[in-house]
């Protein structure tokens, strides 16, 4: 089991930045990918970014935030943070950490609102 604690966004101007961090816990050794996705009323789950476990990590963006998210881990404090520049209002959503353990099994952080003002 691993269990996932998110905290940061809120409310931003459009073209402001804010920061979403998660952390992870329990069989942390088991995770092979972490990511972020977010999701609208009335629409489905979208993913936004992910970053691999590996030693050299690897990652994997949605081309609606290439240039303008930054998805990052710091494995000492096992967590993943999701840095977000120059956001907009289609920017608006509910985003969650997301973790894929060795068995593929994903789990769900609870979710936090980021809401963009023009």
């Known amino acids: 089991q691993v269990q996932l604690v998110e905290s940061g966004g809120g409310l931003v101007q459009a073209g402001g930045s804010t920061r979403l961090s998660c952390a992870a816990s329990?069989?942390?050794?088991?995770?092979?990918?972490m990511g972020w996705y977010r999701q609208v009323t009335g629409k489905q789950r979208e993913l936004v970014a992910t970053?691999?476990?590996?030693?050299?990590?690897?990652?994997m963006y949605a081309d609606s935030v290439k240039g303008r998210f930054t998805i990052s881990r710091a494995n000492a404090k096992n967590t993943v943070y999701l840095q977000m520049n120059s956001l907009k209002p289609e920017d608006t959503a509910v985003y969650y950490c997301n973790v894929e353990v060795i068995s593929k099994i994903n789990y769900w952080g609870q979710g936090t609102q980021v809401t963009v003002s023009s």
């Open positions: 970053i691999t476990s590996s030693r050299i990590s690897s990652t």
């Open positions: 329990g069989s942390i050794f088991s995770i092979n990918r």
